[in-house]
């Protein structure tokens, strides 16, 4: 298994264009999210879903999109860039083990918004 | 708004020290879990302990959690340069597939 991937590893954009940053696993993981993390912060939730078509806001949704087409793919779409959103993107998945769930990580998007 | 507060923010040590690091939190949770942040990674999930259990042991590493006082402890013994990294907390609370994360105690290992 390939576990989470993420695509692209780096992306540089100017203020006010819009970007995708995909995400997908192949563990039939119910649950995906999406982090940001920021120098000296833990991660902070950005959006969430329990299952193909259901998604939810997390602490910092604003500015962030979300859709769930299928259990394999979450794709973060990002409307107007700003540089507030410059930071290092996480993906993660996870399933309920009697009732607890441990996230899987992917290797992260590094972002700069000039 | 972080849940965990994790103590001390950088611990630096030699090879073969134990290292312990804290989690405080601040609201009743069903789990906590230890994660682990190399340079320019994802995070490992390393450890889950429920609000039910006390102590915890995988290879290594052994986690308390102490609901009273709402903290927890992680600590690595016989540590390791390889051991080098960030360490996360992050706690579970009303819906266990949403975690909160502190903010890190960077452990450095000297050989």
């Known amino acids: 298994n390939a576990g989470v991937t993420q695509t692209p590893k780096f992306q540089v954009l100017k203020t006010g264009q819009s970007m995708t940053l995909q995400c997908a696993q192949d563990?039939?993981?119910?649950?995906m999210s999406w982090y940001r993390q920021d120098p000296g912060m833990g991660l902070r939730l950005i959006h969430y879903?329990?299952?193909?078509?259901?998604?939810d806001q997390g602490e910092v949704p604003n500015g962030y999109n979300v859709s769930r087409s299928t259990t394999e793919d979450f794709p973060l779409r990002l409307l107007s860039a700003a540089p507030s959103q410059t930071s290092v993107y996480f993906c993660?998945?996870?399933?309920?083990?009697?009732?607890?769930?441990?996230?899987?990580f992917g290797p992260g998007t590094r972002l700069t918004v000039t | 708004s972080q849940q965990g507060e994790e103590d001390p923010q950088a611990l630096s040590i030699q090879e073969g020290e134990n290292a312990t690091m804290n989690c405080s939190y601040k609201?009743?949770?069903?789990?906590l879990q230890w994660y682990r942040q190399n340079s320019g990674r994802g995070l490992v999930h390393l450890i889950l302990?429920?609000?039910?259990?006390r102590e915890k042991h995988s290879g290594r590493l052994r986690v308390t959690l102490d609901t009273s006082k709402k903290s927890s402890s992680l600590l690595i013994t016989a540590s390791r340069a390889a051991d080098t990294a960030s360490y996360f907390c992050?706690?579970?609370?009303?819906?266990?597939?949403?975690?909160?994360f502190g903010k890190g105690t960077l452990l450095t290992v000297n050989p």
């Open positions: 993660a998945s996870s399933y309920s083990r009697q009732n607890h769930y441990e996230q899987y």
């Open positions: 609201t009743s949770i069903n789990n």
């Open positions: 302990i429920r609000s039910n259990e």
């Open positions: 563990m039939n993981h119910e649950y």
């Open positions: 879903s329990v299952g193909a078509g259901i998604t």
């Open positions: 992050a706690t579970a609370g009303g819906s266990n597939y949403k975690l909160t």
